[in-house]
C-alpha cells in the first residue's frame, strides 16, 4: 500500500504532470494566435501526452491502494514574448519535469519502495526522450531566428 511521503510525491507528480499538459495547452492557444498552425499541432500533442503521464500515475496510485488527491492546478502563461520564448520555456519546463522524477526516484529509493521506483523507470526514459526531442525543436528555432520563410518550413514540419 502506498502512504506516506511516496504518496505525497507521487500526488505531487500526478498534480506537476496535469500542470504541463495545461501549459501546453496554453502553448497550443499562443501558437493558434501566431497561426502557427504546425506548432499548434505539436503542442497539443505535448499536451495529450502530458495527460497520459499523469494518469499513468493516477492508475498507478489506485492500483497500491493510495489516495489520489487532486490539487489545484497553476495557471500557465497566458502569451509568450515570441515563439522561441515559448519553445524555451518549454524546454525549461521539460527539464525540471527530469528534476522532479530524479528526486522522486531518489525518495522511492530510500523509503526501500521497489515498486514505485521500477515504475519510475518508464519516466526516466520518458524524459531523456522529451528534453532531446524539444531541445531539437528549440536549437532550430534559435537557428532561424527572425527569418519567416524558416519558421514557415519548421511550422509546415511540425504539422
Ligand atoms: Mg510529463
Not at 501558437?31 to 494518469?55: M, P, V
Not at 500515475?57 to 490539487?71: A, M, Q, T
Not at 528534476?99 to 518508464?122: G, P, Q, S
Request: net charge negative; aromatic share 10%; charged share 30%.
Amino acid at each position: 500500500m502506498l502512504k506516506g511521503k511516496v504518496l505525497d510525491a507521487l500526488n505531487s507528480q500526478l498534480n506537476h504532470e496535469f500542470h504541463s499538459a495545461y501549459h501546453y495547452l496554453a502553448m497550443e492557444c499562443y501558437f493558434r494566435s501566431e497561426n502557427l498552425k504546425g506548432f499548434a499541432h505539436w503542442a497539443r500533442h505535448q499536451y495529450e501526452e502530458e495527460c497520459e503521464h499523469a494518469l499513468k500515475i493516477y492508475s498507478f496510485i489506485h492500483d497500491r491502494d493510495g489516495k489520489v488527491k487532486l490539487d489545484l492546478i497553476a495557471q500557465p502563461p497566458e502569451a509568450w514574448e515570441s515563439p522561441i520564448a515559448a519553445v524555451e520555456d518549454a524546454f525549461c519546463e521539460e527539464q525540471s519535469a527530469s528534476e522532479m522524477i530524479n528526486n522522486l526516484v531518489d525518495l522511492a529509493l530510500a523509503e526501500r519502495d521497489h515498486a514505485t521506483d521500477i515504475f519510475l523507470r518508464w519516466f526516466v526514459e520518458r524524459q531523456v526522450e522529451e528534453e532531446s526531442h524539444v531541445g531539437d525543436i528549440l536549437n532550430k528555432v534559435q537557428m532561424i531566428g527572425d527569418d519567416k520563410y524558416g519558421m514557415f518550413l519548421l511550422d509546415r514540419d511540425l504539422g
